[in-house]
C-alpha cells in the first residue's frame, strides 16, 4: 500500500512538472494549439503557413505559424495598438497576407508585406461595409465582400501589374 502512495505521489508531481513547463505558461505559447481563442484561420497555397486571430498576448490580434518549423512567425508592424485585426488571407508562400483592420469602428482592407514588413491601407475613403478578403496566390487580386450597393456583393481590387508577386520558385510569370 505505502508503494502504491509513493507512486501515485511521483506521478502527480510529474504531471505538476509537465502541466507547467515553459511551453504551456500563461503569456508564453509556443505551441498550434493553447488554451487561448484561436480562430479565422487562413492557410498559403503551399500549406506552409497558417494566420489565425489569436487573444494569446492579452489582446486580439494576428499571428502566424510555420506548420514546416513548428514556430510563431515574428509579423512586426502588422497589429497596431487600439485597432482589431480580422480575416486574415495568405497568398502562396505566405509573403502577403490580406486581413480587415478597424480603428475607430470603420473596417478597411490591409495588406501586409512579411519582406517589407509594412502593412498598407488598400481601401481608405471606401463607401460601405466590407468583410472576408481573400487574396490570390500570387497576391496581385483581393476579392471581399462588400455593402457599397445597400446588399451584400462580391468586388475585385486589382493590385497592378507593376507589384512583385508572391510565386513559388521566384521566376516571372507573363501573361499568355
Known amino acids: 500500500m505505502r508503494k502504491l502512495s509513493y507512486l ?3 506521478l502527480s508531481l510529474t504531471g505538476l512538472v509537465v502541466g507547467c513547463s515553459p511551453s504551456n505558461l500563461p503569456g508564453q505559447p509556443l505551441t498550434l494549439n493553447s488554451r487561448y ?3 479565422q484561420p487562413g492557410l498559403s497555397g503551399n500549406g506552409r503557413f497558417i494566420a489565425f486571430v489569436s487573444d494569446r498576448n492579452g489582446s486580439r490580434q494576428i499571428v502566424m505559424y510555420d506548420l514546416q518549423q513548428q514556430r510563431f512567425i515574428d509579423l512586426p508592424r502588422l497589429n497596431r495598438p487600439n485597432a482589431i485585426a480580422e480575416n486574415p488571407s495568405l497568398s502562396y508562400t505566405g509573403r502577403y497576407i490580406a486581413y480587415i483592420a478597424s480603428d475607430m469602428g470603420t473596417p478597411a ?3 501586409y508585406d512579411r519582406v517589407t514588413t509594412r502593412p498598407q491601407v488598400l481601401t481608405m475613403g ?6 472576408h478578403p481573400s487574396i490570390s496566390p500570387d497576391g496581385r487580386y483581393i476579392v471581399f465582400e462588400t455593402s ?4 451584400w456583393d462580391v468586388e475585385v481590387f486589382d493590385r497592378g501589374s507593376n507589384i512583385e508577386l508572391d510565386i513559388p520558385d521566384g521566376t516571372p510569370v507573363f501573361p499568355p
Open 8 to 10: 501515485s505521489i511521483v
Open 126 to 131: 471606401y463607401r460601405g461595409w466590407i468583410r
Open 37 to 39: 481563442t484561436d480562430e
Open 148 to 151: 457599397r450597393r445597400g446588399q
Open 109 to 111: 482592407i490591409e495588406l
